[in-house]
């Protein structure tokens, strides 16, 4: 038995690390930050951490305060590339955005300018995301917005799944960087349609409210290449979800992707307001909240619990 299948045994009554690692991980939380940038975001509890994890089987495990409700803010990046690649496939999808790791800040323009041929680096950056965006399909605006969201309810099997007004608000009033960027992938021809209208999309889908556990379900279809594995819906090509997979390992965790792939060696996801998304392959799906941000944008104790369950069970795919 490998180590990623005796995890999976040990969900219906994980053993007493898991509360353990979690108290521990915890007390880092007071050398993170809470983001502020987008002011909604600063209530955030410093001191929460929580951990989901989900199996094929429906096996579940909880710690923490896994009840907090927060946004998906860039998680959700990995789920509207997947609708895009279903709605337009990959050839037009690469011809707005590349497949390469920026090096730079997840919200800089550099490289736009810089480096030809001025599309942005890959998918998982700010700009990536807004010219993802811009490709989602629908009839009107409105329509576009319920695609967006009908998708996310169903990765999810959460009916109940909203945009969160307030934080959307508020990413619309502190957007001036994001506005700076969507102008400049206008002018240079990245985004065909109108620029306020494709960053209401990317706001909106950036303030999707979510648990710990709505990213593990999230994350189990991942970890079954597109299918979810406890209903057996197929919900993406298993091509699509392949190249999800592969920018989450090389650009998921901000400037700390390579870090993060060498000492938890899973694909991942993180946002902002301190969730991270991330699965054992053919196994399951986990998903995290902490707030309390390091320096490069990742929860700070939420990866701590990572590299303590990664190491404990052997858990890397390198």
Excluded at 75 to 83: A, C
Excluded at 112 to 139: M, R, T
Excluded at 260 to 285: C, E, H, M, R, Y
């Amino acid at each position: 038995m490998d180590n990623s299948t005796k995890l999976q045994h040990l969900l219906p009554n994980i053993d007493s690390h898991l509360p353990q690692w979690v108290d521990d991980s915890k007390q880092l939380c007071q050398y993170g930050k809470v983001a502020s940038y987008i002011p909604e975001l600063a209530k955030g509890n410093i001191d929460a951490l929580g951990i989901h994890m989900l199996d094929a089987h429906g096996n579940e495990a909880s710690v923490g305060d896994v009840n907090t409700v927060f946004t998906m803010q860039s998680i959700s990046k990995v789920f509207t590339l997947l609708l895009a690649l279903m709605d337009n496939g990959e050839e037009i999808v690469f011809h707005k955005v590349g497949m390469e790791p920026t090096g730079d800040s997840f919200n800089s323009m550099l490289k736009l300018e810089l480096v030809q041929p001025g599309i942005p680096f890959n998918p998982l950056i700010n700009a990536g995301a807004i010219a993802i965006s811009s490709l989602i399909q629908g009839d009107s605006q409105q329509h576009k917005l319920e695609r967006v969201l009908q998708f996310f309810r169903k990765s999810t099997q959460n009916e109940s799944l909203q945009y969160n007004e307030q934080v959307y608000q508020s990413e619309l009033q502190s957007a001036d960087l994001n506005r700076s960027m969507a102008y400049f992938l206008k002018d240079n021809g990245v985004l065909e349609h109108n620029v306020d209208d494709v960053l209401d999309i990317y706001f909106h889908h950036c303030s999707i409210d979510v648990t710990c556990k709505d990213l593990s379900r999230m994350a189990l279809i991942l970890a079954y290449n597109g299918m979810n594995p406890i209903t057996g819906e197929a919900i993406v090509p298993k091509r699509y979800v392949q190249i999800a997979k592969s920018f989450m390992v090389t650009c998921g965790m901000y400037n700390a992707s390579g870090q993060f792939a060498i000492q938890v060696g899973l694909p991942a996801k993180s946002g902002v307001a301190g969730g991270i998304l991330t699965l054992v392959q053919g196994s399951i799906g986990i998903g995290i909240i902490g707030p309390a941000l390091n320096s490069k944008g990742n929860s700070i104790a939420g990866v701590a619990l990572l590299e303590k369950l990664s190491a404990h069970y052997d858990l890397s795919m390198f």
